[in-house]
């Protein structure tokens, strides 16, 4: 259900909030229940002023900025979650300029940590109007990122959004035609190689780290839980007895982390349903794990299990540039990435099955590794 707030002024002069009657959606429940995403939609096409602009729109002539601005994000990008609404401020950083896109998003410059400029003689299309533009005014554009250096993963994202624009556009008919970024052909992109660690590389990888990038690695292949998921996990979430315990209303069995939060870009947030889930704590990472929470501080329900010396949420980016790239030249890696052990703990379980941390723990066991744990 859902249900418009109006603020009105009355002969006086004041602000009244007057909510108009709920309008169902559809269902919340059930094989056929709507998703956030998908309500969220559903609300924007049926407010009455966004279809008085869809109405209007095939005669006003806007420009894209125009309808970014007023349409496609409040109306398509807003309602993605964080990750995706990074993405499409980052990539229109190259099909509007930098300046508007900080105005669309509505940023706070002197608070941005970006300071991007508008590169001369690139072919924005900002100014270019929704029924102007041509798939050669595209094809400029992916030109002028590929000319620049740009991966071939980033030109086709140019061109998706781009894509993205004119779908939304067609949708509530501000634009009629055939989307002009679909006629332009997508790039053939080189794939790297995949690369993933054997028993011994693990071993010589994890001797050269330190706290906290060691006990990340160890976490991400014995339990399969992803970066942000381990610096988000909280102590209230670890159950480390050898009886269940109760965290936020709901009951931890014993030795099992519960994975519930994540932090991600600054932000600590709720897992999708789908990656909710209890993870055991195996023998490899419990000594592990009983020396963190022995320590001085940061040790609280609500403390993060990997701090910084500020007790803030340790940042797998900075680590990444600073520690995994150090220890991956140093033993000619230089491809070494959390994306590796990702792809590392799945050939393990693939090859020995579900008793593969048994196996890695055969192959890490040494007196180095034992003392570190200690």
């Known amino acids: 259900m859902f249900r418009v707030n109006e603020n009105l002024f009355n002969v006086r002069g004041f602000k009244e909030h007057h909510w108009r009657e709920a309008v169902q959606i559809g269902p919340a429940t059930g094989p056929e229940r709507l998703t956030r995403k998908e309500a969220q939609q559903a609300v924007w096409e049926r407010l009455p002023a966004g279809k008085q602009v869809q109405d209007l729109a095939?005669?006003?002539?806007?420009?894209?900025?125009?309808?970014?601005?007023?349409?496609?994000?409040?109306?398509?990008?807003?309602?993605?979650?964080?990750?995706?609404?990074?993405h499409y401020r980052a990539i229109l950083k190259h099909v509007l300029t930098p300046e508007e896109v900080h105005q669309v998003f509505k940023l706070d410059l002197d608070k941005s940590r970006t300071r991007l400029k508008a590169i001369p003689d690139w072919p924005y299309l900002s100014r270019l109007g929704l029924t102007e533009t041509r798939p050669e005014h595209v094809e400029g554009l992916m030109m002028a990122a590929q000319s620049r250096g740009y991966s071939m993963q980033t030109v086709t994202h140019i061109r998706n959004v781009v894509?993205?624009?004119?779908?939304?556009?067609?949708?509530?008919?501000?634009?009629?035609?055939?989307?002009?970024a679909s006629q332009v052909a997508v790039p053939g992109i080189m794939r790297k190689e995949a690369h993933m660690l054997s028993l011994p590389e693990l071993k010589s990888v994890l001797e050269m780290m330190r706290?906290?990038?060691?006990?990340?690695?160890?976490?991400?292949?014995?339990?399969?839980?992803?970066?942000?998921?381990?610096?988000g996990l909280q102590w209230k979430h670890v159950n480390l007895s050898p009886f269940e315990h109760e965290a936020n209303g709901e009951v931890i069995p014993a030795r099992m982390i519960a994975v519930r939060k994540q932090w991600y870009r600054g932000e600590l947030n709720s897992v999708k349903i789908g990656r909710t889930r209890n993870v055991p704590i195996p023998e490899l990472i419990f000594p592990v794990l009983t020396g963190l929470n022995q320590r001085p501080r940061f040790t609280k329900r609500d403390d993060f299990v990997l701090v910084s010396e500020a007790g803030t949420p340790v940042n797998e980016t900075n680590i990444a540039s600073r520690r995994l790239k150090s220890v991956g030249q140093e033993l000619g890696m230089a491809w070494l990435s959390w994306h590796v052990f990702r792809r590392t703990r799945k050939d393990y379980?693939?090859?020995?099955?579900?008793?593969?941390?048994?196996?890695?723990?055969?192959?890490?066991?040494?007196?180095?590794?034992?003392?570190?744990s200690g």
């Open 349 to 372: 379980v693939d090859r020995f099955g579900p008793r593969f941390v048994e196996r890695v723990a055969a192959a890490l066991h040494s007196p180095e590794l034992e003392r570190k």
């Open 211 to 231: 706290y906290p990038e060691r006990e990340m690695t160890l976490l991400a292949i014995v339990t399969g839980m992803n970066v942000a998921e381990i610096c």
């Open 163 to 180: 894509s993205a624009i004119f779908s939304h556009a067609k949708k509530g008919n501000y634009f009629l035609g055939p989307n002009p």
């Open 58 to 86: 095939p005669q006003s002539g806007m420009t894209i900025v125009e309808f970014v601005e007023k349409a496609f994000v409040p109306e398509h990008v807003a309602v993605k979650g964080l990750a995706g609404r990074t």
